[in-house]
């Protein structure tokens, strides 16, 4: 069976920083079909990094700079580097290999 099991989520202030990981299994692991996407309440799902390869990464316009996604791939596993987090940051962050499983969510606020 497939699971994506994410983690790393919580409360951080203005201008901290969270690092997110989401573990894959139950087929072979392939980092450059995975992507991290990111819902706040009222808002539309929106991409927040797609893979690639490890030097074709893309990155939303709103976290350039601030976020960096990451692979071990003998961990089967992905990350997403959140520094200097804004209170817009917030939303519940998914994992994907590219919309065909999805992580349970994990929640991210920002907040003084």
């Known amino acids: 069976q497939v699971q994506l099991v994410e983690s790393g989520g919580g409360l951080v202030q203005p201008g901290g920083s969270l690092r997110l990981s989401c573990a894959f299994s139950g087929i072979p692991f392939d980092a450059s079909l995975m992507a991290w996407y990111r819902q706040a309440p009222g808002k539309q799902r929106e991409l927040v990094a797609q893979?690639?390869?490890?030097?074709?990464?893309r990155y939303a316009d709103s976290v350039k700079g601030r976020f960096t996604a990451s692979r071990d791939n003998a961990m089967n596993t992905i990350y997403l580097q959140m520094n200097s987090l804004k209170p817009e940051d917030t939303a519940v962050y998914y994992c994907t290999d590219v919309g065909v499983h999805w992580g349970q969510g994990t929640q991210v606020t920002v907040s003084s």
């Open positions: 893979l690639g390869s490890a030097l074709t990464t």
